[in-house]
């Protein structure tokens, strides 16, 4: 068994490691199953993703010591922050054991990584306060729209947003603050909700995030006609809410904040689309079965469980890694509209972590 408390960091990279464009690894998002219990029609789009559809085989799910040892060598190479997502990752069975290994990390300067979860928060009333307990620190909680109606037509379900509702509001007793909302927005579908959203979750303490639909994975169809522009939404908004533009909190920042003028709360908008924000992504992805991907539009990853079963040390494992990162180049969004975007195939959402 290798003794991972030895690890150091790879001679020939200084942190934070730097990719190729001077952006740093600062996050990493990990998804951890591939499976999922809605099926959003961007997203998973139930003609493609039916019952025949074939899962990931148990074996090739890391195992939760896999991710952990990964997610350690991450830290050490400078990632503050870990996003547990997937497919659902309530659905992952004992999550909240993978939420503690993970919260005792350290980074190189001694502080706990900022845990968070990306959650459909179908599974969330009931464990909320077992993920609080065992060290979450953050959620953000996907919600389409008000009405069972919207959100059928956009989970392609029959869930209650009732039973989502409920979700969030054991996350707040819970004390994972600030819980954040993602409604994505899509033209003709849910976008007649977008002030009724605002209106229900001003005055909450949740912070509400509205994401471009976006042409991730090469399954759901994506029109540039379905794409309501952040600048649109927030037009909308302010008719009934005026709104004033906030700072980011933090270089790098994916949302833009926006708070009411009378005091109502935050918003945000996630314009990945018509303001692309490649120049400061600081992320990267490990896939279910543990391949790393640069870039959310990547066609393929560097596989990392291959060598970590086949009994690398962690001195090698964070070189393939920090290799990769100083490789990277990639900036899809801002190059979507020209040629050099092409047509390369992409990998799913689900598989490598929205
Ligand atoms: N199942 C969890 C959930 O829905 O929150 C976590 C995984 S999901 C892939 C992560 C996030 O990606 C969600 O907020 C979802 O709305 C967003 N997403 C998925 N497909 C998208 C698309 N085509 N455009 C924009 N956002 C998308
Ligand atoms: Fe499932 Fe999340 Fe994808 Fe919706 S967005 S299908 S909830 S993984
Ligand atoms: Fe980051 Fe790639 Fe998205 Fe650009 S397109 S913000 S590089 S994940």
């Known amino acids: 068994m290798a003794d991972h408390r030895n690890f150091e960091v790879p001679r020939d990279y200084a942190l934070p490691l730097q990719d190729r464009l001077q952006r740093p690894l600062r996050d990493l998002r990990i998804s951890?199953?591939?499976?999922?219990?809605?099926r959003c029609t961007y997203c998973m789009p139930r003609e493609v993703f039916d019952d025949n559809h074939p899962h990931l085989a148990r074996n090739a799910l890391l195992t939760f010591e896999e991710i952990e040892r990964l997610a350690r060598l991450f830290v050490s190479l400078g990632v503050n922050k870990i996003r547990l997502t997937g497919g659902e990752p309530l659905l992952r069975r004992g999550i909240e054991r993978l939420v503690e290994k993970l919260a005792r990390l350290q980074t190189p300067d001694g502080a706990?990584?900022?845990?968070?979860?990306?959650?459909?928060?179908?599974?969330?009333?009931?464990?909320?306060?077992?993920?609080?307990?065992?060290?979450?620190?953050?959620v953000t909680v996907s919600l389409d729209g008000l009405s069972d109606a919207t959100?059928?037509?956009?989970?392609?379900?029959?869930?209650?947003?009732s039973a989502v509702l409920a979700g969030i509001e054991a996350a707040q007793a819970a004390g994972l603050k600030p819980v954040k909302v993602n409604m994505?927005?899509?033209?003709?579908?849910?976008?007649?909700?977008?002030?009724a959203m605002a209106a229900h979750f001003r005055h909450s303490g949740i912070v509400l995030r509205f994401i471009e639909y976006m042409d991730v994975g090469s399954s759901n169809g994506w029109r540039m006609d379905d794409v309501v522009p952040a600048r649109?939404?927030?037009?909308?908004?302010?008719?009934?809410?005026?709104?004033?533009?906030?700072?980011?909190?933090?270089?790098?920042?994916?949302?833009?904040r926006w708070r009411y003028a009378d005091g109502g709360g935050e918003i945000g908008v996630i314009a990945s689309v018509t303001q692309a924000f490649c120049h400061a992504c600081s992320r990267a992805r490990l896939s279910t079965d543990g391949k790393l991907h640069n870039c959310l539009f990547a066609s393929d990853g560097l596989d990392l469980r291959g060598p970590l079963r086949d009994g690398a040390g962690d001195g090698t494992l964070a070189n393939l890694i920090a290799d990769s990162w100083s490789k990277r180049d990639d900036r899809y969004s801002q190059l979507r509209h020209t040629a050099s975007a092409g047509t390369h195939s992409k990998v799913e959402m689900f598989y490598i972590g929205g």
């Not at 990306?118 to 077992?130: G, H, S």
């Not at 959100?151 to 947003?161: A, E």
Request: aromatic letters at 4%.
């Open 184 to 195: 994505v927005v899509k033209r003709g579908v849910n976008e007649h909700e977008i002030a």
């Open 232 to 256: 649109e939404i927030l037009d909308r908004i302010a008719k009934s809410f005026p709104l004033q533009q906030l700072d980011a909190n933090y270089s790098g920042e994916v949302a833009e």
């Open 151 to 161: 959100f059928r037509r956009m989970s392609d379900s029959d869930v209650p947003v």
């Open 32 to 38: 951890v199953t591939d499976r999922c219990n809605l």
């Open 112 to 138: 706990a990584p900022e845990i968070a979860l990306t959650t459909n928060a179908v599974l969330l009333a009931r464990k909320a306060q077992a993920l609080k307990d065992a060290g979450l620190n953050r």
